[in-house]
T-cell receptor, first 115, second 116 residues
Framework: AQSVAQPEDQVNVAEGNPLTVKCTYSVSGNPYLFWYVQYPNRGLQFLLKYITGDNLVKGSYGFEAEFNKSQTSFHLKKPSALVSDSALYFCAVRDDGTGGFKTIFGAGTRLFVKA | GAGVSQTPSNKVTEKGKYVELRCDPISGHTALYWYRQSLGQGPEFLIYFQGTGAADDSGLPNDRFFAVRPEGSVSTLKIQRTERGDSAVYLC??????????????FGPGTRLLVL
């Protein structure tokens, strides 16, 4: 069965500094990987996804993520953090080895960007 | 166009009661998903519909939980004999349904259920 781990409950970064939110996964087949962001009192919003091809994926709001098959990771990155990036971030995976559309989410990482 | 909507936004009920939670997907989306998000956790998959049929209901925790989508659009999640442990935010998502596993899901704002 597929699984996702977000090893950090919280990440703190100063505005203007680069940020990284970590995600590792486990699948039996090939992964389909997603990042979502959740702002207070709002639904989850899609940021980016990896399906196949280029390992560096670019998404919304200047975010990007790097797929690393050997390390089974899909870390979310942004070169220069904004205070408005402060939110809860979720990594998610689908496993084509199971053939199903079940999406497994990590527990989330809260990002605090300090001015 | 309108996004995914869910009603009610909040629901308070008593232990043992029956509740229904409604999801209106994005128009034209044939795939619909239900998730449960407990405090401090990520969304937990419950069930996936493709059209009117439940293609994967492996996430439903027990037989008190049931979901329907009779016309392939609106879906209702039904919880019988509610328990305090059912308290959570119930999220609905939809996707076009034609793109396979790579499709992006679009989430609604959720229904916050509190069982007293």
């Amino acid at each position: 069965a597929q699984s996702v781990a977000q090893p950090e409950d919280q990440v703190n970064v100063a505005e203007g500094n680069p940020l990284t939110v970590k995600c590792t996964y486990s699948v039996s087949g090939n992964p389909y990987l997603f990042w979502y962001v959740q702002y207070p009192n709002r639904g989850l919003q899609f940021l980016l996804k990896y399906i196949t091809g280029d390992n560096l994926v670019k998404g919304s709001y200047g975010f990007e993520a790097e797929f690393n098959k050997s390390q089974t990771s899909f870390h979310l990155k942004k070169p220069s953090a904004l205070v408005s990036d402060s939110a809860l971030y979720f990594c998610a995976v689908r496993d084509d080895g199971t053939g199903g559309f079940k999406t497994i989410f990590g527990a989330g990482t809260r990002l605090f960007v300090k001015a | 166009g309108a996004g995914v909507s869910q009603t009610p936004s909040n629901k308070v009920t008593e232990k043992g009661k029956y509740v229904e939670l409604r999801c209106d997907p994005i128009s034209g989306h044939t795939a619909l998903y239900w998730y449960r998000q407990s405090l401090g956790q990520g969304p937990e998959f419950l069930i996936y519909f493709q059209g009117t049929g439940a293609a994967d209901d492996s996430g439903l925790p027990n037989d008190r939980f049931f979901a329907v989508r009779p016309e392939g659009s609106v879906s209702t999640l039904k919880i019988q004999r509610t328990e305090r442990g059912d308290s959570a935010v119930y999220l609905c998502a939809s996707s076009p349904g034609s793109g396979g596993m790579q499709e992006t899901q679009y989430f609604g704002p959720g229904t916050r259920l509190l069982v007293l």
